[in-house]
């Protein structure tokens, strides 16, 4: 195995059999290519990637029965020949050996790769969550509407316009507006303004969702490939964020947002129940005080200049978030990663009625100028 001059042999060999690979019979000849390409000192890997790529024939070698061909070189010239590999006394030193060449270290899942990004943040940042109830202790549905900048509606229609006014700002916002759930999705793209005029005016029923940052209004591509005007590319810009946190009891998301509020005044546009078991906290990101949507002209659409920094500068801001609000030590605490991971997410308007919870999404808080302000919409 260490000879040169062999090794030089074996390479033309193997050369040679690869080139002489026929379709429909090729996976018969792997035995032979991979014999020959072991003995040159060719790594498993170096195998595999030669053979998929200069394997003669329109159709490639089926991955499986070259990956199998590769172990049988391997266990025939390393470890003495396939009937000896399988004895049981073989040695463990050439066993292990030929377990690291085919079984290395499985990358780590996403979640697996969060986890230890999570328990590497130092203590004091784990427990933000935990510090954030503890300030907001006793707080109730009440306290957060006495908190509200903007005085909370009763009337349903008035909560959904009123919620409407704060996300979409201006008539030039697009967004899209409908119902999910069991039954999938319906809905469609309008003007925020104008559905809350129709909404007020009774003319339209509450739609269950809005989506949370404004819409171009122009047809994209969804990760699939499929066409929608209601993804991540069509997305016109980046001013909120959605926090819940659906595994935390309702009493402590009260406190939660409680104390946020007031510790970081500015930054909550509005709370809404959602009817069953999580408060939906949309906020307002840093990329809107670093890069301020400006009032367009009506012939063109907004920020229309959306590019890749924009893209990874709401990726940063994202990860912040999750670094900050998915760090505690209990699961129980950390806030749903879902909301961060797509900028076309939606959000529950207030006054829609939830039939699967036969109860009614309620408008808990609200900066109705907020948006407006921060973002120089008008």
Same mark, same amino acid.
């Given at each position: ?32 290519? $991979? ?10 890997? +170096? ?24 172990? !049988? ?23 292990? =050996?030929? /377990? ?23 203590? !004091? ?37 009123? !919620? ?10 697009? *967004? ?6 069991? $039954? ?12 809350? %005029? ?31 005007? /209601? ?24 406190? *939660? ?21 999580? *408060? ?9 005080? /670093?890069?301020?949507?400006? $009032? ?13 920094? %924009? ?5 940063? +801001? ?21 909301? $961060? ?10 006054? =829609? ?26």
């Amino acid at each position: 195995m260490t000879d040169e001059a062999f090794q030089t042999r074996q390479r033309g060999k193997y050369a040679t059999a690869l080139a002489n690979l026929m379709p429909g019979t090729r996976d018969a000849g792997l035995v032979t290519v $991979t014999l020959y390409g072991r003995q040159a000192g060719m790594t498993p890997d +170096e195998l595999y990637a030669d053979i998929m790529a200069n394997a003669p024939g329109a159709t490639r070698p089926n991955p499986s029965a070259v990956r199998r061909a590769i172990e !049988h070189a391997v266990r025939t010239v390393e470890l003495g020949g396939v009937k000896d590999w399988a004895k049981k006394n073989r040695p463990n030193a050439a066993a292990a =050996a030929y /377990d690291r060449i085919w079984k290395a270290p499985k990358e780590p899942t996403a979640a697996e790769k969060l986890e230890a990004a999570r328990r590497a943040l130092p203590s !004091h940042v784990r427990g933000t969550v935990s510090r954030l109830v503890a300030a907001g202790r006793g707080a109730t549905s009440k306290t957060l509407r006495e908190m509200s900048p903007t005085a909370i509606p009763t009337a349903p229609a008035e909560q959904a316009a009123a !919620h409407l006014t704060a996300l979409g700002a201006d008539w030039r916002w697009r *967004i899209w507006a409908g119902t999910i759930g069991a $039954t999938g999705k319906r809905g469609g793209i309008c003007d925020a303004a104008a559905l809350a %005029d129709t909404i007020r005016a009774g003319l339209a029923d509450i739609p269950t969702h809005v989506s949370l940052n404004p819409l171009t209004g122009k047809e994209g591509r969804t990760k699939d490939g499929l066409p929608s005007f /209601d993804c991540a590319a069509t997305v016109a810009a980046f001013p909120f964020a959605l926090l819940e946190f659906d595994a935390m009891p309702l009493a402590d998301q009260c406190a *939660i947002f409680a104390a946020l509020i007031r510790r970081k005044p500015g930054r909550v546009v509005s709370l809404c129940y959602s009817g069953g078991k999580s *408060i939906h906290a949309v906020v307002l990101i840093p990329e809107a005080h /670093d890069r301020r949507l400006k $009032t367009l002209p009506p012939t063109r659409q907004l920020r229309e200049d959306r590019n890749e920094n %924009d893209d990874a500068k709401w990726r940063g +801001e994202m990860d912040a978030l999750v670094r900050l609000f998915a760090s505690s030590d209990d699961p129980a605490e950390r806030i749903d990663l879902a909301p $961060t991971m797509n900028p076309a997410i939606h959000t529950r308007l207030a006054g =829609a009625f939830r039939a699967d919870k036969g109860k009614r999404q309620t408008l808990l808080y609200l900066d109705a100028d907020l948006a407006r302000r921060e973002l120089e919409i008008f």
